[in-house]
């Protein structure tokens, strides 16, 4: 998708913070040097070009509930449908396709290790694929933000 | 720590943020009108929350393939467990490195306990990058993997907030 200038300073600007304040786009564009309207009009062009999964926050797991990554060996013959299979639900995101015999990796999210387990259980029983259930135990970096900065 | 909303609506309001701030000039009014609240009550449990630790951080959330960082990573390695700690920390500092987590092994499946995510615009550019990363720290005999991404099938964020009908239960 095309990147205009105004979408890469929101991006630099906005990806590890944005004001929280009643208008935050108003807020935006006033550091930005511009209009309220171009601000958001120029986050919806994001969102449907699919560059911007979202605006808000990013909860962090261990204080928002629980998660883990989970990798499943697919055959590939079944992958289509069971990949579908998992996106569909809810407490899934970031769901890959990887250059592996463990070739399906996903997050799981829940509000607790209890809601996990049982949709990891069922995942076992609907595919009668045994995941593996690889849970964050230490995290030395987390920041999800990169520079636009070389992208053209 | 609700001091400003009753549980239920905390909780209406913790599904909502979940999916992302609405796009009008307005967007905690709109949000507050969504749980029956007013916006001030709203920016005061955003601001809270924050403070507490609940977010990461409040921003834009991007999709980095739309973007043009089609290559994405996954290195996985396998460090003995008494120097993984040491090793997380030197990799997670790296520039181009996005994640770096300690996770448990599997075995006999699955030998790795760290994992990195790089991101790049070319497959070749990310591979030099992580093997220049790796003998950098004089870390490239141990095992290790790149297992890179051909499809995104979903991204978005976690659902953390119980659904509305366990809420009440």
Redo the contacts between chains.
């Keep these: 998708m095309h990147i205009d200038a105004l979408s890469r300073r929101l991006i630099d600007c906005y990806q590890h913070g944005m004001p929280l304040c009643a208008e935050p786009y108003r807020a935006m564009a006033e550091t930005l040097g511009c209009a309220e309207s171009e601000v958001l009009a120029c986050l919806e062009r994001l969102q449907q070009g699919d560059g911007l999964s979202r605006i808000g926050p990013v909860f962090e797991h261990s204080r928002a509930g629980a998660s883990t990554l989970v990798a499943l060996a697919v055959p590939q013959a079944r992958l289509e449908r069971v990949a579908e299979w998992i996106s569909a639900f809810p407490e899934v995101n970031h769901n890959y396709l990887r250059e592996h015999r463990y070739n399906l990796w996903f997050v799981l999210t829940g509000p607790d290790r209890a809601h996990i387990d049982r949709l990891l259980a069922v995942i076992e029983a609907e595919t009668g694929l045994k995941p593996l259930d690889l849970p964050m135990q230490n995290a030395f970096r987390i920041d999800l933000g990169f520079p636009l900065g070389d992208a053209r | 720590m609700n001091a400003c909303l009753d549980n239920r609506q905390a909780l209406q309001l913790r599904r909502l943020?979940?999916?992302?701030?609405p796009?009008?000039?307005?967007?905690?009014?709109r949000l507050a009108e969504q749980i029956g609240s007013r916006?001030a009550l709203v920016?005061e449990q955003?601001?809270q929350?924050?403070a507490?630790?609940?977010?990461?951080?409040?921003?834009?959330?991007?999709?980095?393939r739309?973007?043009?960082?089609r290559a994405?990573a996954?290195l996985v390695l396998d460090v003995p467990d008494e120097q993984?700690?040491a090793v997380?920390?030197l990799?997670?500092?790296a520039a181009g490195?996005?994640?770096?987590?300690?996770?448990?092994r599997?075995l006999p499946?699955?030998r790795y306990n760290l994992?990195c995510m790089v991101?790049g615009?070319e497959r070749e550019q990310v591979l030099g990058l992580i093997e220049a990363l790796l003998a950098a720290h004089g870390l490239s005999a141990l095992p290790h993997?790149v297992?890179?991404?051909?499809?995104?099938?979903?991204?978005?964020?976690?659902?953390?907030?119980?659904?509305a009908e366990?809420a009440h239960g």
């Design positions: 943020l979940e999916a992302g701030l796009l009008v000039p307005r967007p905690y009014r916006e920016l955003v601001r929350w924050q507490d630790g609940l977010f990461r951080r409040v921003g834009l959330v991007l999709k980095h739309a973007l043009g960082f994405n996954m993984v700690d997380g920390r990799l997670g500092q490195v996005n994640l770096c987590y300690q996770r448990p599997r499946q699955w994992f991101h615009r993997q297992l890179f991404s051909t499809r995104a099938f979903k991204q978005c964020g976690g659902r953390y907030a119980p659904p366990a």
